[in-house]
């Protein structure tokens, strides 16, 4: 089982719907979870971190964390044509911030 | 304020020839990163510093790969006797503090290996 594991979609949803990105991941001791947007030929971005089971929103974006099923999540509310982008899920190695292991990505595409 | 900057964008080399990254992180991140990320693959970690030392190595696939960085500010990336399979994006980034991961990426080197 590979350590993060994310659906390469693509995953197209229509202009103004909520999108939902999916991750799961092997290390039951994991603690903190991070979302990434990387556009098509850039480099990434962070758009947020949990650490708490439960949601964290900000701005049009959540993240969910259910840790008992080792699932992370990132809604994207009124999703915008400009939110198309491939989307990476990463989780420390081991605990450790300094090494993130990042997932394959899903490609969102939002369509106008 | 100014970003993560690396340099050069693109480098062309020949197989068996070294190359050196160079990364300039924002000012004053004390934190700093090598990832790389082949074509169509997940972001793979290389190596960490914390200021000028590096606690985290883990990441260099072989020990043709090292990395340095000098006044807690420029590190580089040096890889010799290059490979065809180290054809990649080296992304650098740098932050605060590592307990936020790495928060802001450079543009990325693009390394051809022919």
């Known amino acids: 089982q590979k350590e993060v594991e994310q659906n390469s979609g693509p995953l197209s949803v229509p202009e103004g719907a909520i999108a939902s990105l999916n991750c799961t991941y092997s290390?039951?001791?994991?603690?903190?979870f991070f979302w990434y947007r990387q556009y098509s030929g850039k480099s990434p971005e962070l758009i947020m971190f949990?650490?708490?089971?439960g949601d964290k929103e900000d701005g049009r974006f959540t993240a969910q964390l259910n840790k008992a099923s080792q699932y992370v999540s990132l809604l994207i509310r009124d999703s915008q044509p400009s939110d198309s982008a491939t989307y990476l899920c990463?989780?420390?190695?081991?605990?450790?911030?300094?090494?993130?292991?990042f997932g394959t990505g899903t490609l969102l595409a939002v369509q106008p | 304020g100014a970003g993560v900057s690396q340099s050069p964008s693109n480098k062309v080399t020949e197989k068996g020839k070294d190359v050196e990254l160079r990364c300039d992180p924002i000012?004053?991140?004390?934190?700093l990163y090598w990832y790389r990320q082949r074509l169509g693959q997940g972001l793979e970690f290389l190596i960490y510093?914390?200021?000028?030392?590096?606690?985290?190595k883990s990441g260099l696939p072989s020990d043709r790969f090292s990395a340095e960085r000098t006044g807690e500010s420029v590190s580089t990336l040096t890889i010799q006797r290059t490979q065809q399979e180290d054809s990649a994006v080296y992304l650098c980034?740098?932050?605060?503090?590592?307990?936020?991961?790495?928060?802001?990426f450079g543009p990325g080197t693009r390394l051809t290996v022919t």
């Open positions: 980034a740098s932050s605060l503090a590592s307990s936020g991961g790495p928060g802001n």
């Open positions: 290390d039951r001791g994991s603690q903190s």
């Open positions: 949990i650490y708490s089971n």
């Open positions: 990463a989780v420390p190695y081991g605990g450790a911030t300094n090494k993130l292991i």
């Open positions: 000012s004053g991140h004390t934190a």
């Open positions: 510093f914390q200021g000028n030392s590096a606690p985290d």
